[in-house]
């Protein structure tokens, strides 16, 4: 298997996109990773990746015009590396419009895809169960034929990744009454409901989304990237009040001692870091964004994302479900 990994993107630099790599190497012997960068920052990555030099970094803001004009950055060589070498698949934890625009300029869309869509597994209160949840960010403004095509999409995936038989979806909603809901969700639930859309369970509130109920659940970008942030910030503030109580006084430390098996658990499974990357669904190839914080355990686990999307071969079985 190839693998291109764009170690530029990273807010915190490509110490720990080194790191990662690394670590990935130890644990895949089976893979080859093309790392793209300045030459002179990877010279202590393992001797088994090939260094493919890169001068410039994009922007987190850039458009895809700048992507597609800065030839030496490390995201079009990457890409232009993808296609070159016939890769399984690439990362990066650049800008996410920059690496959508792009990757859908010079991979291209799945043939009957309308849009690409961000998706990512969210942990849920039943325990060892994920769901997936899309577009988390990818677009702005969706159509309902591109909200049932992501609901395919995400079925897919929940099938062949999280190896869930029959995947329940939802829509994400205001209100779990099929009236409920913005135009779109009405309209989409509406052609789902037509549709016979398999195992289409209606909608879901935003309080119901981690309770483990739901499989898949389909958003259009804008409320799916409201989610996820918001999820982010409870998640950060849950930590930082814990962190709180524990530190108050000594009976709370003491307290601490007996309750910290549990404590950490819970904060494993509210960790992005543990989830890696997300995947862009709907472009044809392996396309992994990385989160722009990531330290080296994140991107590593964005890194066996597109590892396991390689091998689970999601591309061809979303091709030939689009061709029905």
């Known amino acids: 298997m190839k693998l291109i990994v764009d170690m530029m993107g990273s807010d915190l630099g490509s110490k720990i ?11 895949h012997p089976d893979v080859t990773i093309f790392a793209v960068g300045r030459k002179e920052e990877l010279t202590s990555l393992d001797s088994r990746a090939i260094v493919v ?3 410039d970094v994009i922007a987190m803001d850039a458009g ?57 597994p969210f942990p849920t209160l039943k325990e060892n169960h994920y769901v997936i949840i899309l577009d988390i960010g990818a677009n702005n403004e969706n159509t309902v ?6 609901a395919k999409m995400g079925q897919i995936y929940a099938k062949s990744v999280l190896k869930i038989e029959n995947p329940g979806v939802f829509l994400l909603s205001n209100g779990s009454e099929s009236g409920k809901g913005s135009p779109l969700i009405i309209e989409t639930h509406r052609t789902l409901k037509e549709q016979n859309f398999p195992n289409f369970k209606g909608n879901i509130e935003g309080r119901d ?9 389909v ?22 009040l814990l962190k709180d109580a524990f530190t108050e006084r000594t009976s709370s430390k003491v307290g601490y001692l007996f309750a910290r098996k549990s404590i950490r658990n819970m904060k494993r499974k509210l960790d ?26 994140a991107f590593k686990n964005a890194i066996e994302v597109a590892y396991k999307m390689a091998r689970h071969n999601v591309i061809k079985e979303i091709k030939e479900k689009m061709d029905e």
Do not use: C, W
Request: neutral net charge.
């Open 219 to 240: 958003a259009d970008g804008f409320t799916g990237n409201v989610f996820l942030k918001t999820t982010e910030g409870i998640a950060k503030m849950i930590g930082k």
């Open 209 to 217: 989304a981690l309770n483990g109920e739901a499989d898949v659940i």
């Open 272 to 297: 992005y870091k543990n989830t890696g990357g997300a995947m862009l669904l709907g472009i044809n190839g392996v396309v992994v964004k990385a989160h722009g914080s990531s330290d080296g355990t």
């Open 145 to 150: 034929s591109q909200l049932v095509q992501f």
């Open 17 to 27: 996109t080194v790191e990662a790599v690394n670590a990935f190497l130890k644990e």
């Open 53 to 55: 030099d890169a001068r």
């Open 64 to 120: 895809p015009l700048d992507v597609m004009r800065a030839k030496e950055s490390s995201m079009l060589k990457s890409l232009n590396l993808y296609l070159s070498e016939e890769a399984d698949g690439m990362v990066s934890a650049g800008g996410t419009g920059a690496y959508l625009s792009a990757a859908t300029i010079k991979l291209k869309l799945i043939p009957g895809v309308e849009r690409a869509a961000l998706v990512s």
